[in-house]
């Protein structure tokens, strides 16, 4: 029994196999793509979850690193122990400055400098987020024109035969017509996932990029709460004026 779409596969010549291959790596590429992410969104999103929840019950920033070295290594994780390791720094550089006068402008460009590198990670961790997007946007775009290029070809093919057996016989014209035929729907095949995917992964992203700068603006208040607190607290260095 023959498979239509076998049957026209094997009908189709050297130009149309070599696009069906092409499209068949893309097609590999993209759903390789495609469970990537959705496993890694999945994985980033039930963590950053369990991390917050687990953020909301802390009073003290450095109590952060006492979470789960799991939760930790969640997006917001990261901002976290960036912000623990920003807090101790800042602390650091307060007890080790002698003969400073203007302890606010120490403290606000402390948080200048905090504020940089801690973004810089939210920067780092949303090209994380982008990974393999592209892929996808370029199997939607190219894959059509793949497609369309072997329905020109195989439209071309059947009107070489007809000029050539001069006759428009449906055996003349029917390798033509399949190449024309596979082409179209295996590039659409291949497309259509790749659009569909693509949309769905940046409206993942846009949700998880705002909840994480969300909490970046969450930790950056509790460490500048926390570095306050300490340094009022500590008549060696002050009282500086915030």
């Given at each position: 029994m023959n498979v239509p779409v076998i049957d026209m596969i094997l009908r189709s010549g050297w130009v149309a196999r070599s696009i069906l291959i092409l499209l068949g790596i893309f097609s590999v590429i993209t759903w390789a793509v495609i469970f990537n992410r959705l496993?890694?969104?999945g994985r980033?999103?039930?963590?950053?979850?369990l991390f917050h929840k687990k953020y909301m019950s802390v009073k003290a920033l450095v109590e952060i690193e006492k979470t789960d070295i799991v939760l930790l290594?969640?997006?917001?994780?990261?901002?976290?122990?960036?912000?623990v390791g920003e807090f101790r720094r800042i602390l650091d550089d307060s007890s080790t400055h002698t003969g400073i006068r203007d302890w606010s402008f120490f403290i606000q460009s402390q948080f200048s400098i905090a504020q940089e590198r801690i973004d810089t990670v939210f920067a780092e961790l949303s090209r994380k987020f982008d990974s393999?997007?592209?892929?996808?946007?370029?199997?939607?775009?190219v894959c059509p024109f793949l497609g369309l290029l072997g329905t020109v070809w195989g439209i071309?093919?059947?009107?070489?035969?007809?000029?050539?057996?001069?006759?428009?016989?449906?055996?003349?014209?029917a390798p033509g017509i399949a190449e024309a035929l596979i082409t179209t729907l295996v590039g659409l095949a291949v497309a259509i996932p790749a659009v569909l995917f693509y949309n769905y992964f940046v409206h993942r992203v846009d949700t998880i990029e705002n909840e994480v700068d969300e909490f970046k603006s969450l930790l950056f208040s509790h460490m500048k709460r926390d570095i306050l607190s300490v340094l009022y607290r500590?008549?060696?260095?002050?009282?500086?004026?915030?």
């Open positions: 496993y890694y969104f980033v999103v039930k963590r950053n979850r290594s969640s997006p917001m994780g990261m901002l976290g122990l960036k912000g393999g997007l592209i892929v996808l946007a370029i199997s939607a775009s071309m093919n059947s009107f070489f035969e007809i000029g050539n057996q001069g006759s428009a016989s449906l055996p003349v014209v500590d008549k060696s260095v002050g009282t500086p004026k915030a």
